[in-house]
């Protein structure tokens, strides 16, 4: 591994599931994952879903995957 490597903590995402939010009147389905896509954008900019160009993307069925392990644990820590 060259040192370029070694600075590069991304090079393979970490992924990451919670469980439904509880969301009242929304019908279920993705509006159950809505406060975590919103904290995730506040948090970590827009979302790159089928691109992975952004540092987070939310991959559906409660997993979210992550560029950089330290923005999947602070996700973890908010919603554990």
Sequence with gaps: MTDKMKDIDWVEWTAVSVPAQEVTGTGGGLWNWRPCLEWCRQQFGPS???????DWYYSMGGEFEFKYAKDAMLFLLRWS
């Design 48 to 54: 790159q879903s089928y691109t992975r160009d952004g």
